[in-house]
């Protein structure tokens, strides 16, 4: 129960393995819905077809025979909206309300349904009165989808943050000392392209007394667990490094470029660096080296040359910061080729078209396993990369 009259009705999912068929989820995630008993009761949100029956029973306890007059659409990803017809069907006099953009979003997961007269449409600064509840909408679009919107309990001081504020795992399986970990690895796969659109919620959160933040994935924020999320995304949301220190990934086909990561790795730790974390893009989760990248200020780029090009493990990872548009770090390049080598040029070109991303030189330049006079160069690099 999040107050006396708002409820948690949301599930677990301790059985799925790939969130969004991308992102590994080892402590399972959760679907978020929420119930406002008022004189007019509201449904904040549904859940995933794949835990529906289990929803619905949640669903059926907190109404105790009680009829839902609203169903409050945050989001229209089907892990939150699957159900919406099923309510639609099995409550009559329930009425839809969400965005104009959400509308038009009904057919592509309804195909069929007559949402004639069911549906009410709202904007920015309405309003929805449930009797001692009043819900403010706020417009929250491209967070991450166009028609997300966030509505705002006058009466318990609630943000209903869509996917804001979310994290990856079940409730049964959170730990309240780290949010930030898993938050923080949703956040910049997730919604880490649309830093600009976050930043004016954050704006807008800061002209209302929020108590707790009710997320559609994750554990409801309170206290200084509040604060310190909401610092966080305002820090995430500008681009800037949340702490210092250098990741340094790498794309090694036959373990020459990793010996070189991992030995420029060992020289940035005995030059000072506070953190090095060393990662290896053939094996390691691409959503948590996505997430160190954005964490530190420095990053390293290590590849091997591959048909004329760069190692497909590094195109990815550099493509995935590109389209989260990934910005204001400095990289330094190692590339690895035995007669060739192309890597460098790849890297260069995908970096340079980041924003606001300096390339330090040196770039080093191995030829199939690391020689000694590559330490000097090695050396060199970090010692660029660190000023």
Known sequence: MISETIKYIGVDDLDIDLFESQYVVPEGMSYNSYLIDDEKIAVMDT??????????????????GRQPDYLVVHHMEPDHSALIAWMLETYPALQLVCSAQAVKMLPNFFEGFNFEGRVITVKEGDKLELGSHTLQFISAAMIHWPEVIMSYDSK??????ADGFGKFGALVNDDPDDWACEARRYYFNICGKYGTQVQSVVKKMAALDIQAICPLHGPVLKGEALAEAVRLYDTWSQYKP?????????????????????????????????????????????????????????????????????????????????????????????????WAPTAGKVMRTMIE????????????????????????????????LLK
């Open 47 to 64: 859940a995933d077809q794949r835990k529906g029956d289990e929803w619905k029973e949640n669903l059926k306890a907190a109404l105790n």
């Open 156 to 161: 318990d001081k609630v943000l209903f943050s």
């Open 242 to 338: 949340e702490s210092e220190g250098v990741l340094v990934a790498y794309a090694s086909i036959h373990g020459g470029t990793a010996k070189a990561a991992e030995r420029l790795g060992e020289i940035l730790r005995e030059k000072g660096a506070p953190k090095v974390v060393v990662s290896d893009l053939s094996r390691d989760d691409m959503a948590e080296v996505i997430e160190d990248a954005f964490r530190y200020p420095k990053i390293v780029v290590a590849a091997s040359s591959y048909d004329a090009g760069v190692f497909p493990v590094m195109h990815d990872f550099l493509y995935h910061l590109q389209i989260k548009n990934y910005q204001k770090r400095r990289f330094a390049i190692v590339e690895n080729g035995s």
């Open 353 to 384: 078209a980041m924003k606001d991303c300096e390339i330090v030189e040196p770039m080093v330049t191995i030829r199939s396993r690391m020689k000694a006079s590559d330490e000097a160069l090695l050396e060199q690099l970090a010692d660029s």
